[in-house]
């Protein structure tokens, strides 16, 4: 193998590889990655058998070839390389690394001892606008963040397609988010009802290495699922749970409904994240006399912060002012996300025997939801 690269379009790859090369393995192999050479284009593959990625790079091929090459110590070399082409070369089993006043050599190991790379099908398939594609997982990510420290066998969204809609849905058991959108919006020859959970990894990884605006392909099979993103590919197992019916925990009434302006909350939660504790713990107290909802917070170090804001009461059951507490950052997570002006807030009062989830949404639109329990 003999070619000539541009640093910086093969180091773009390369933090990918880096990333999705395990960083503590028994299998010393999984450390590499395979470079290989052909029709003036290199392909970059990297597993921790979990997760396979490939992708594509134009280069100037003198002479076609595989080779396995260390991925950190070869990171660490292009990054610090610092003329615009790299040369390399592998002789046996050293690979030479050439710049016009550079020379490096790494040592490698049998192409042969490389795990296989997974294949996929392209039988069952979705297209989506990745800009759109990335704006639904993105409303719905923040209960992955925290899924691997609740509920780990849970951490992945759950992809839900049928005749009409697809779902995809998220959560830690504390909160839960759902965006809907009608199967139409997207492209696909699927015909038959998917339930599948996507690692969160995948998801993450994904998130991070779409830049430009394309069509994102999704082919979905019974174990893995595939992101292409046209001279990159993504291949992940799926997570093989039966996911929870969430949706029989979704209120169906509430004895309180109110709208708030949105930026208000969020000026208000956020002044009080500067007082939060270790807790996290949110106080808001409901006056239905004013109409007011005054929040709380309070730390023993810092000092305490008391604000309020207004808000149009849609619907209630009863009169009684009450306290109600809520982890903060799981509070402001939903209300980011939600669309528009107006908050809709839907609350059943908690007592010992009855504690349900609020339902935040925007009151105009019915494709976003985030539940959250209260403390």
Excluded: H
């Amino acid at each position: 193998m003999k070619l000539t690269i541009l640093k910086q379009s093969l180091l773009d790859k390369l933090a990918i590889i880096n990333r999705i090369t395990p960083k503590k393995s028994e299998l010393n192999i999984l450390n590499f990655f395979k470079i290989s050479a052909k029709n003036n284009n290199i392909y970059l593959f990297s597993t921790d058998l979990e997760i396979s990625y490939q992708s594509k790079i134009i280069a100037k091929i003198k002479e076609e070839g595989e080779f396995l090459v260390p991925a950190k110590q070869f990171l660490e070399i292009i990054n610090n390389f610092y003329e615009e082409e790299v040369s390399l070369e592998n002789k046996e089993n050293i690979l030479i690394i050439r710049g016009n006043n550079i020379f490096c050599s790494l040592v490698s190991i049998s192409e042969e001892e490389f795990p296989f790379l997974p294949q996929f099908k392209n039988d069952n398939y979705l297209e989506i606008d990745s800009l759109f594609f990335d704006n639904l997982l993105q409303k719905i990510i923040s209960p992955l963040k925290t899924a691997n420290l609740i509920k780990p066998e849970l951490a992945g969204v759950y992809f839900w397609l049928d005749n009409n809609f697809l779902r995809l849905v998220s959560t830690d058991s504390i909160r839960l988010s759902e965006y809907k959108i009608k199967k139409d919006i997207v492209l696909t020859n699927i015909n038959k009802e998917i339930k599948i959970l996507i690692p969160f990894k995948i998801i993450d990884e994904y998130l991070k290495i779409r830049k430009k605006p394309i069509k994102t392909k999704l082919y979905l099979e019974e174990n893995q699922i595939t992101f292409d993103l046209d001279d990159q590919v993504l291949i992940s197992k799926l997570l093989t749970i039966d996911y929870p019916n969430y949706q029989q925990i979704i209120p169906k009434d509430f004895n309180l409904e109110i709208l708030v302006d949105k930026n208000e909350i969020l000026k208000v939660i956020k002044l009080n994240n500067v007082f939060m504790d270790k807790t996290k713990e949110l106080k808001i107290k409901v006056d239905f006399q004013e109409k007011i909802l005054n929040f709380y917070t309070k730390n023993e170090l810092i000092g305490e912060n008391i604000n309020k804001i207004n808000f149009e009461l849609i619907s209630s059951n009863f009169e009684e002012d009450f306290e109600i507490s809520f982890n903060l950052e799981f509070l402001l997570d939903g209300l980011k996300n939600i669309d528009g002006e107006k908050i809709f807030l839907g609350l059943n009062i908690p007592s010992e025997m009855n504690i349900k989830p609020v339902l935040l949404k925007s009151p105009l639109e019915d494709d976003y939801f985030y539940l959250l329990m209260p403390f």
